[in-house]
């Protein structure tokens, strides 16, 4: 089965950077992140292709952070810079098994997620 692991979250305070990873247990897929925060929907955070040729991100991220892969490793990561409280959230991992070289902010493509990772920055 494909599994998904998180791993790098925790506390910061505003200003701080924090890297995440996502451990695939699976073969390589187009990649993707989410956040969370208590009492709002999930967002779309940062998307990845199959090869690493694209990233895309949500405005609100743009230029802070920075998503990128290994494949040798069946591992994606997410820099992230210049953090403020609003950053606030659980991240969680998507793996999209499309065939295609493929990049989506629609939660709906993606077909495994992980259990997620705690990032709580501080004023």
């Known amino acids: 089965q494909v599994q998904l692991v998180e791993s790098g979250g925790g506390l910061v305070q505003a200003g701080g950077s924090l890297r995440l990873s996502c451990a695939a247990s699976?073969?390589?897929?187009?990649m993707g992140w989410f956040r969370q925060a208590p009492g709002n929907e999930r967002e779309f955070v940062a998307a990845i292709t199959r090869t690493g040729g694209t990233s895309y991100y949500n405005d609100f991220v743009q230029g802070r952070f920075t998503m990128s892969r290994d494949n040798g490793r069946n591992t994606v990561y997410l820099q992230m810079n210049s953090l403020q409280p609003e950053d606030t959230a659980v991240y969680y991992c998507?793996?999209?098994?499309?065939?295609?070289?493929?990049?989506?902010?629609?939660?709906?493509?993606?077909?495994?997620w992980g259990r997620g990772a705690q990032v709580t920055v501080s004023s």
């Open positions: 699976g073969r390589t897929f187009n």
């Open positions: 998507a793996a999209d098994d499309d065939p295609r070289d493929y990049g989506s902010s629609w939660s709906g493509d993606y077909d495994y």
